[in-house]
Nanobody
Framework: QVQLVESGGGLVQAGGSLRLSCAAS????????MGWFRQAPGKERAFVAA????????GYADSVKGRFTISRDNAKNTLYLQMSSLKPEDTAVYYC????????????????WGQGTQVTVSS
């Protein structure tokens, strides 16, 4: 079993920055692919970024490319999402996900989920 706990969300003004963290525990999480998804009210959960266990070949949604950076520290079993130049449309609950294989952009392909952390960007 894998447990994921997100932190770092909050309220920020447009143009500001936040860093989300996801602490992973359980079986061999350092060998799992990990990713971030987000869900705005009334919308389906959407892919934000993901990384394989190596930390290379990261993938991003077009809407966040150049503004968000995903990274991981396998020694600390922690995943990060550095968010910059935030926009009001980035407002959502952000979820950390993990999967034994690379799950891609479809949230249904990811097995393990955190409880989510709220990010609110004011205009």
């Amino acid at each position: 079993q894998v447990q994921l706990v997100e932190s770092g969300g909050g309220l920020v003004q447009a143009g500001g920055s936040l860093r989300l963290s996801c602490a992973a525990s359980g079986r061999a999480t350092s060998s799992y692919a990990m990713g971030w998804f987000r869900q705005a009210p009334g919308k389906e959960r959407a892919f934000v970024a993901a990384t394989p266990w190596t930390g290379s070949n990261t993938g991003y949604a077009d809407s966040v490319k150049g503004r968000f950076t995903i990274s991981r520290d396998n020694a600390k079993n922690t995943l990060y999402l550095q968010m910059s130049s935030l926009k009001p449309e980035d407002t959502a609950v952000y979820y950390c996900a993990a999967n034994a294989g690379y799950g891609g952009t479809n949230y249904r392909s990811w097995r393990y989920w955190g409880q989510g952390t709220q990010v609110t960007v004011s205009s």
